[in-house]
């Protein structure tokens, strides 16, 4: 799974995710994320290229969603398919992490 | 007209494995065609039984054997996976509450709940040393 990031305005963390967030995918991108949720409080989370989540990539993104939580800050998705947002919701992880409808929604929901 | 005969692979009990499995659906997607509903339903389950699989059925290292036979259908496909790990009844585990909140959310465990929540017609049985799954999807 390949990882892109950008920085915004207002200190906002562009993250762009290409490809499948199955186990291997969770595996390239864990320790980045970890990196990200210890050092960021604002993220935005370009789901456009996923074509794939499993529960092993909802955990990546809810461990790094309560970090940063944790100490104020916000993660918000945009552009998930429609089977990634069930599986979001269905894990209950929409709860912590904003389901936005686009990049500018997202930004929204974390500034 | 779609073909009938369960198609099969054999996976050994490496993460690495769940590629290899991703290709092959891929692969049988592509000449199958089953509707987006099937695929995406298949393929998590798929995903979510096979990496519990291999994460937890063999804690004492050995390797191990994942079955997987797969037989399209018009609106459902079947699917049975046999291991031999150690026994496990995913439709007897209780499933993880969904996260309400910062304060209590857990990083894991939803993927039995996933399992179940896109599959249907599931059975379970503990045979000759073997776990054997069946179920439809979606």
Redesign the interface.
């Known amino acids: 799974m390949k990882m892109e990031q950008h920085e915004l305005d207002d200190d906002v963390l562009k993250v762009v995710l290409q490809g499948?967030f199955?186990?291997?995918g969770a595996g390239d991108v864990d320790m980045p994320f970890s990196v990200i949720s210890g050092s960021r409080k604002r993220v935005v989370v370009d789901f456009e290229g996923v074509d794939?989540l499993?529960?092993?990539g909802?955990?990546v993104l809810?461990?790094a969603?309560?970090a940063m939580?944790?100490k104020g800050g916000r993660m918000a998705i945009f552009g998930a398919s429609e089977?990634a947002a069930k599986?979001l919701r269905?894990?209950?992880?929409d709860?912590?992490i904003t389901l936005a409808g686009d990049e500018a929604d997202a930004v929204a929901a974390v500034t | 007209m779609r073909p009938r005969v369960a198609e099969r692979i054999v996976l050994a009990t490496d993460?690495?494995e769940?590629?290899r499995l991703?290709a092959w659906l891929a692969d049988l997607f592509g000449r199958a065609r089953p509707s987006g509903e099937v695929a995406?339903a298949l393929?998590?389950c798929l995903?979510?039984i096979v990496?519990n699989t291999i994460s937890y059925a063999y804690p004492d290292g050995r390797d191990g054997r994942i079955e997987i036979a797969v037989e399209p259908g018009d609106k459902r496909w079947r699917v049975e996976i046999r291991d031999d790990g150690a026994p496990f009844d995913p439709l007897a585990a209780p499933l993880?509450?969904?996260?309400?909140?910062?304060e209590s959310?857990?990083?894991?465990g939803?993927?039995i709940?996933?399992f179940r929540?896109n599959s249907s017609d599931r059975r379970y049985a503990r045979a000759d040393g073997w776990n054997v799954l069946s179920f439809r999807c979606p």
Do not use: M, Y
């Open positions: 499948s199955d186990i291997e794939f499993a529960s092993i909802v955990r809810v461990k969603a309560r939580g944790n089977s599986v269905s894990t209950g992880a709860t912590i | 993460l690495s769940v590629s991703n995406e393929k998590l995903n979510e990496a993880a509450e969904p996260i309400h909140d910062l959310a857990r990083i894991g939803f993927g709940k996933l929540e």
